[in-house]
Structure formats: structure tokens, C-alpha cells
């Protein structure tokens, strides 16, 4: 590794540190370490939504994923940026309006009970380590061929730094952190898509021409189904970018950190602008790969993929590029799992342990204590759960989140805002239905299970034939939730209070102002 390669990797920890410590001076309170006061503008909070959705996944799992499977990679960068519509018209408002720090908050603003409030943290839990996993394997695999050292080592390192951030900096640090490295990504990224089209002479369809000659799929690279040549599980595969994107905690506190409704909704505007030009730069990045690194060299580095962005900007700049861009991949990494670990330990500490064990009697500084303990903890299991997926494509597992979001969060926030019958135990056993079903069919899946050893997790045939269980399990979760309300409506389940929740979402009454910063 070049001495330039180091200055700059140690040139982003020390900012995102230096970050990290000016912003906990302004880590008071619980608002503080939670929403950062609620004070982020729109342009701001746009940025860290970005910040949030441009992450390892994106950045090297895509590029990947389109360099060695095509189009169907291409898949995975549309649906994201569709399902900012579902955010958009569906979710941004209502969450802001009646949430206060987690889901659970937004959920629990109808159903006054410990019950919804435990589950929704649970799903919030699974969903977050889950994407984790995607962020961890994505970093260890980075640091790995940079440094030099052991998979597992550069795991721990990505793990330590991104509990820092959180434990001492809280959402304040976590979000400037995400503006920083999203404004970085978006500018390395650019001058990287214009390296690459410059070398196709600026013609869409020279690209097109060179790309069919350097994959061995050939004239199929730019057409579907290299890798889901089953109709249903691209359907499926679909269904989670779109409908996950609503659901996954981490995106939705997002809008408890700015002061109104009319703010959240323009934080997703300005974030769908900035991915949107993102992942359009992903294409010609994946397909540069392709061309001028080589599928093969992309297989030999890493056989997900997820090292084709770095290997492009050494071929497209040499070192001083692939410096650059690595550094900025690792402060993606970073920021995205500091906030993952924040959502995490916000569900545990204010959720499960402040709402529910101590029935919300619990002071600001006992919170704030077993926070940053729950964030330690989180960490852990994470980074143990990302040495067992180190040979999996980042994208795809990010996309395994996003199925679980949208089959156990996505049925019953709607169902909370939008149906007046709806009661406790739907919304209870919605969320189990939608979670449990997604998570058995994954560890069922090919994903887990293959006939020959070292192809996954396990080695075997998979009981469930799909890669991905969006088509079945959000459905599930719909049912869940209707036949726990219809089936308690006799016993006089609580149903709420609809009309407040309905008041509120409209019209933002009563909800907190921010604090000044």
C-alpha cells in the first residue's frame, strides 16, 4: 500500500473523528444523541438520507453486482430510487408527525401498548443488523486488500471506529458525518463516471459494443436474467427494493431530526436527486469495470464483486484514484453503520428498556448510559455475524433488509395511519408474521444453502426455492395483520386512537420543536 493510500485513509478517520468530537460537545440530552436536536435542515437532512442510502452496498455491491451479472444488477439501483416515491407520498410525513425517536414511537402514538412497542423495536433490531452485516463484509473486504491484513481484522477495525462515532457523537456526529462522505462519494464517483465515459468516447453505444465482448455472458450482459432467470424471484427481488426502502428503520428516524412535516418531505425530495444521480453514474461504473479491469481480475479480487469500484479507479487513475475513491468507500462504510448502530441501540434503550422495563421511568442520563452499552453490544454481534458472511455480495444482503423491512414494518405503518378497524394485536401479529416468515425463508433459501461447498453459508439443497421471499412474505404480512384484527375484533381489542393519529398526521399538531444547536 502507497504512502498516499495511507495519508488519505488516515486523512478520513481523523475528520470523521474530528467530527465526532465537536459534535458531542453537543450531545446533551437524549434529543441530542437520537434526533440531533431535531435541527438538521432540509438540505441537510437530504444529504444524510443520501448519505444513509449511498452506502457499501451501493456503491461497491452495485458496481459489482452490474459488472459481472449486467442488467440484473441494474435492477437493484432502480428499485432504491423508486421506493423514495412509497417514502415520499406514504411514510415521510406521518412518521415525522407522530413519531418522537424510533418506529415504535410512531407506531405506539395509536396502540398504547408495551406489546406493539417490543415488537416493533424487535423488528427494528433484526432489520438493522441485518443491513449491518451488508456494510460490515463490505468494509472488511475494502480494508483488506488495501492494508494488507486479515479479513477479520479489518472486520474489528470498521467495528471499533463506527462505535466510537455513535458512543461520543450520537446522531449529531452521524449525520455530519453522512453529509460529509455522501458530498465525497458524489464527487469522486463523478470524476470517476467521466473517466470511464471518456474512454467509450462519450458513446452509449460504444459502451455497449466493448461491454458484450468482455464478459463471457456476452450480448446477454445488457439483457435479464444472468442471475434471476426465475420470473418470481425477480419479482421478488423488486418488491424489496421498492416497498423496503419505507421500512427500514434507520431512513425513518431520519425525519425525527428535522423541525416539521413540510421539512421531512423536502429532505426526501433533495435525497431522491442526489441518489438518483448516483446510481446513475453506478451504471457506466459497473460496466467500466467490466471493460477495463476485466471480468475475470473482478472474480479473482473478490467473487461477489465488491471490489470492482476500486480496481476501476486504479485502472482509470491510477494510485492516486484508487487512494481516493477506498478512502471514500470506507467513510461510506463508516457513517452508514454508525447510524445502523444508533437505530439499534435507540430501540433497545428507549424502546425496550426505557418504555417497557422501566415503564418510562428513567432519567435522561440512565437512557443515554444504556444507549451507548447497547451500541457496544450491537457492535459485537454484528461484527461476529460478518465473519460467516464474508463471501456474500453486499448488495444482495443489503437487499435481504430490505425484504424484512418491507414485509414487517411497510403492512403495519399503513395499516397504523390508514385503517380505522385496526387494533394491538394486528399490528402485533403483522410485524411477527412479516418477521419471522422472511427471516425462516431466508435461512431456507439458495442464499444459505447450495449442493456444492463454498457456493454458501451451508451446503445442502435450500427447502425454499427462491433467492429472495418478498412476493410471499409481504403478503404475509398484510394477512398478519388483517386477520389478527378481524379475528380479535369480538374480544374488543384496542383499536386506538384513530382519529388523533389521523388529526396528527395531517396536521402536525402537538409535535416537539427542535433545539438550537
Known amino acids: ?97 407522530l413519531g418522537k425517536y424510533t418506529l415504535a414511537d410512531m407506531i405506539t402514538a395509536r396502540f398504547k401498548s408495551n406489546k406493539v412497542r417490543g415488537t416493533a423495536a424487535a423488528s427494528t433490531l433484526v432489520i438493522s443488523i441485518f443491513y449491518m452485516i451488508a456494510q460490515l463484509v463490505g468494509g472488511g473486504a475494502l480494508i483488506s486488500l488495501m492494508l494488507g491484513i486479515d479479513y477479520w481484522l479489518a472486520v474489528v477495525i470498521v467495528g471499533i471506529l463506527m462505535t466510537v462515532y455513535v458512543i461520543f457523537g450520537g446522531m449529531t456526529a452521524t449525520s455530519w458525518v453522512q453529509i460529509t462522505k455522501a458530498v465525497l462519494l458524489l464527487g469522486g464517483s463523478l470524476v470517476l463516471t467521466f473517466l470511464v465515459f471518456a474512454k467509450f468516447d462519450f458513446s452509449i453505444i460504444k459502451m455497449f459494443q466493448q461491454i458484450k465482448s468482455a464478459s463471457p455472458f456476452g450480448d446477454g450482459l445488457a439483457n435479464p436474467g444472468n442471475k434471476y432467470s426465475n420470473g418470481l424471484d425477480m419479482i421478488s427481488l423488486n418488491m424489496a427494493l421498492v416497498l423496503g426502502v419505507a421500512g427500514l428503520p434507520h431512513l425513518l428516524i431520519r425525519f425525527f431530526t428535522v423541525k416539521d412535516a413540510a421539512t421531512a418531505r423536502k429532505s426526501v425530495y ?186 454458501a453459508i451451508l451446503t445442502g439443497d435450500p427447502l425454499f426455492p427462491l433467492t429472495n421471499p418478498t412476493i410471499i412474505t409481504v403478503p404475509l404480512g398484510f394477512i398478519g395483520a388483517y386477520l389478527g384484527t378481524v379475528l380479535s375484533a369480538r374480544k374488543k381489542a384496542n383499536t386506538g386512537y384513530f382519529e388523533e393519529v389521523l388529526f396528527k398526521t395531517n396536521t402536525g399538531f402537538g409535535i416537539s420543536a427542535p433545539e438550537k444547536h
Open 270 to 455: 433533495y435525497s431522491t436527486w442526489f441518489i438518483g444521480a448516483f446510481f446513475l453514474m453506478v451504471v457506466f461504473l459497473g460496466f467500466g469495470a467490466t471493460v477495463f479491469v476485466g471480468w475475470d481480475n473482478i472474480m479473482a479480487a473478490n467473487p461477489a464483486g465488491n471490489m470492482a469500484a476500486p480496481m476501476l479507479a486504479l485502472s482509470m487513475g491510477g494510485d492516486f484514484l484508487f487512494a481516493f475513491i477506498s478512502a471514500v468507500a470506507f467513510a461510506t462504510i463508516l457513517a452508514v453503520v454508525s447510524a445502523l448502530v444508533l437505530t439499534s441501540a435507540s430501540a433497545f434503550a428507549h424502546d425496550i428498556y426505557g418504555q417497557i422495563i422501566k415503564k418510562g421511568k428513567i432519567t435522561e442520563k440512565q437512557q443515554m448510559k444504556v444507549a451507548r452499552i447497547s451500541s457496544i453490544v450491537v457492535a459485537i454481534a454484528s461484527i461476529l455475524l460478518a465473519l460467516v458472511a464474508k463471501n456474500l455480495n453486499v448488495a444482495f444482503l443489503s437487499v435481504l433488509a430490505l425484504g424484512i423491512a418491507a414485509s414487517a414494518n411497510l403492512p403495519v405503518m399503513l395499516c397504523t395511519i390508514y385503517w380505522k378497524r385496526f387494533n394491538s394485536t394486528g399490528a402485533v401479529t403483522g410485524m411477527l408474521v412479516g418477521l419471522i416468515s422472511s427471516v425462516v425463508l431466508v435461512l431456507l433459501s439458495p442464499n444459505v444453502w447450495n449442493p456444492e461447498a463454498g457456493k
Open 1 to 97: 500500500m502507497s504512502i498516499l493510500s495511507i495519508l488519505l485513509f488516515v486523512g478520513i478517520i481523523t475528520l470523521t473523528l474530528a467530527i465526532t468530537y465537536f459534535s458531542s460537545k453537543k450531545t446533551k440530552s437524549t434529543s441530542d444523541f437520537y434526533t440531533a436536536g431535531g435541527g438538521l435542515t432540509a438540505t441537510q437532512n437530504g444529504l444524510a438520507i443520501a448519505g444513509d442510502f449511498m452506502s457499501a452496498a451501493s456503491f461497491l455491491g452495485i458496481t459489482g453486482a452490474i459488472s459481472l451479472i449486467g442488467f440484473d444488477g441494474f435492477y437493484m439501483s432502480i428499485g432504491n430510487l423508486l421506493g423514495f416515491l412509497f417514502l415520499l407520498y406514504l411514510v415521510a410525513e406521518p412518521m415525522r408527525n
